[in-house]
């Protein structure tokens, strides 16, 4: 998620700090997430993607790729 959100909010062309006061949030929150140091509520995901103008299944499409899957469904 961190990764995600840092290169769609780069390639906006918005820096950490005009991107927090665009969407709505503290500018050491929007560092801490793209840091992958606090996950975000769905509140702030709502915030984030409605700030980068898009979805939040666009916001969070392919983050599942790198997770590895430690119990396996019968």
């Known amino acids: ?3 995600r959100m ?3 909010r780069k390639k906006r062309g918005f820096s950490q700090e005009a ?3 665009h969407a709505g949030l503290h500018r050491v929150a929007v560092g801490w997430i793209e840091q992958g140091k606090r996950v975000p509520s769905l509140k702030t ?3 984030i993607s409605q ?3 898009i979805s939040v ?3 969070l499409k392919g983050i599942d ?3 590895t899957k430690s ?3 019968k």
């Open 1 to 3: 998620m961190s990764k």
């Open 6 to 8: 840092k290169e769609l």
């Open 19 to 21: 991107f927090a006061d």
């Open 45 to 47: 995901l709502v915030k």
């Open 51 to 53: 700030g980068l103008g």
């Open 57 to 59: 299944s666009e916001l």
């Open 65 to 67: 790729k790198g997770i």
């Open 71 to 73: 119990h396996s469904r």
